[in-house]
């Protein structure tokens, strides 16, 4: 016959409570132990990361950006009047002579004008020749009249000598000896006024002809202006080239300064470089540079420095050195880097996907023997397009991860399989 067993309710009570506790207890202490564990390394793909090893030598500093060829000289060639296209005699990519007829332009009114101008001044030259005629007669009537005077002057001086003769021998009376003294004094002062009447009448003859060839020359000035705008009309390349771009058509008419043509010598080309303007800080007028045209790299030199910055970045002018090759063309898309100096000993590296010159950036350094990776705080110093200067944090020998690991920021260390 079985028998009931008697069980403590209290003593069943307080084993409960004390596993209770203990349960808690250790749950706490794993829970505190985990959270003083570090987060498991990341596991990444050696394939998929670039490694560089640092080393120590020569470092050549460069700057690239991506740019166009233009012409060295370049003729825009605008409407100096207003005008319509007539006819389009030569179209772009034809070779120009400096007196090659690109299109020809009218301009009713201006030919009226130009005709206007060329009677206006065949009056003025008729006007001009009269007005001459007229003066060089009144000027020689005043030289006969001084001419007159003089004589009378000569003959009263003579006859008041000898009067004065006769005077001394008593063969005539004062009172007569006076009166020819009085004649003689009268007709010189008659012939310094004379005299003074023809120097003015000829200032002021010599004045009336400026006066009237100052007015001819304007004249004549307008009329060759008005010609040469109808020559104009006739547009021509004014330089020997090629002729780039027409962006006019017949019929259009334009306005006064409209662009009609360009022009350019296709043998003289630039390359003009977009350099962001963190990397153009260093770039000197005279510093070396290549250009890749896709179809053959060409030597050149810094020969300008945009003081402005476009969007972001600065244009640099590079005029070549060596010849170009073929299929080089004004527009033609190229790559250049410009060289700004050669540091001769420095520890460098692969340039990084992250951070600028002179900064400090956290990189992973490879260890056991590759198998993983440390991050270790690297400060960088000059740059160049590849390559970059390091200053402390690495040493020679030292491989690094330069692809983007952003994605492992809050990592210290990776695991490389």
Known sequence: MDVPRQINKRSRTVTRTLYGIGGVTALAAITVGLSHLKPAAPSVSRATVWVDTVKRGPMLRQVRGLGTLVPEEIRWIPATTEGRVERILIKPG??????????????????????DAEWQLKAAEADFTNTKVKLESQFLDQKAVFASTEATAKQASLQAQADTELAQHGLISDLTLKLSESRAEESAIRLDL???RLDIAAESTEAELRAQQARLEQLRAQAELRHNQVRQLKVRAGIEGVLQQLPVEVGQRLAPGATLAKVTVPGRLKAELK????????????????????????EGKVSRVDPAVLNGTVTVDVAMVGALPK???PDLSVEGTVELERLDDVLYVGRPAFGQEQSVVGLFRLADQGANAVR?????????????EILDGLQAGDQVILSDTSAWDAFDRLRLN
């Open 194 to 196: 004379d005299r003074k």
């Open 275 to 298: 350099i962001a303007e963190t990397q153009a800080k260093d770039i000197q007028i005279g510093q070396r540079a290549s250009i890749d045209t896709r179809n053959g790299v060409v």
């Open 327 to 329: 299929g080089a063309r």
């Open 376 to 388: 270790v705080q690297v400060k960088l110093g000059r740059s160049s397009v590849n390559t970059v």
């Open 94 to 115: 034809t070779a120009v002579k400096a007196d090659s007829i690109i299109l020809e332009m009218s301009n009713p009114e201006l030919e009226n004008s130009a005709s």
